[in-house]
């Protein structure tokens, strides 16, 4: 039983991992299949042939999508994506309520549709993610301010600049401190408006205490610490 209702119009921290803390990805693609799914299902539009749009990312780093396809994600957007990163085992994502009851389903297509096609790849069956997922409600601005460097420091720990180098392809922090990859199926305008410009918000996520503090980060959790 969830502890509370999701409100529409209001900001959550969304994440899960693996069960029993197993890798959710196995290979590069697996990465990409997961990304691809947490942009273009925050919308009720359906998508044939993700493998093609998989092979063209790892070609070109970007996925093939025109115009018109990304104005129909938007105009029919049932959550917003403010910000994610996903892990070696788990992941982040802030999600705005768009539609009533459009976190809960657009959280049940992508853990569906990734599972499934995650069993049918390794010929496995059963669970992948650690039960449903979980949410915390965002409370305030300093609370969103606060939980957008802890899920972009996440990776922290996989790379010796996550900050300057820019390498980490599957969190939004690239797109905060540079160009956004997404254009409109990110809404950075909530985070980044708060600053002159992205050069400010990238030293905000340097200097932020995020992931230093484990009594502090279980807050940003809810009960349980995921990181």
């Known amino acids: 039983m969830r502890k509370f209702k999701i409100g529409l119009g209001e900001y959550y921290h969304v994440y899960n991992r693996g069960n029993n803390k197993q890798p959710i990805f196995l290979d590069y693609r697996d990465w990409v299949r997961f990304l691809f799914l947490v942009f273009y ?35 029919k957007k049932i959550t917003e994506i ?6 070696p085992n788990h992941f982040h994502l802030i999600l705005r309520e768009v539609k009533e ?26 669970h992948l993610f650690q039960g449903p997922f979980q949410y915390v409600h965002v409370a305030d601005n300093d609370q969103l301010l606060y939980l957008s460097t802890y899920i972009h420091r996440n990776p922290k720990d996989l790379e010796e600049s996550f900050i300057e180098g820019r390498q980490y392809l599957f969190s939004s922090l690239q797109d905060y401190i540079g160009d956004n990859r997404w254009e409109d199926l990110l809404a ?5 408006s708060q600053f002159d410009e992205s050069n400010n918000y990238a030293s905000f996520v340097e200097e932020s205490t995020a992931k230093l503090s484990k009594e502090t980060d279980s807050i940003i959790e809810g009960e349980e610490e995921i990181c």
């Open 82 to 87: 403010v910000a994610f990163c996903l892990m």
């Open 101 to 126: 009851g459009g976190i809960s389903q657009y959280m049940q297509r992508l853990l569906n549709s990734y599972t499934k096609y995650f069993n049918t790849k390794y010929k496995r069956s059963g």
């Open 41 to 75: 299902l925050q919308s009720s539009c359906v998508f044939y042939n993700l493998g093609r749009q998989v092979a063209y990312f790892v070609r070109h780093s970007v996925f093939n999508m025109d115009d018109e396809d990304k104005k129909e994600i938007k105009d």
């Open 188 to 192: 950075r305008e909530i985070i980044l």
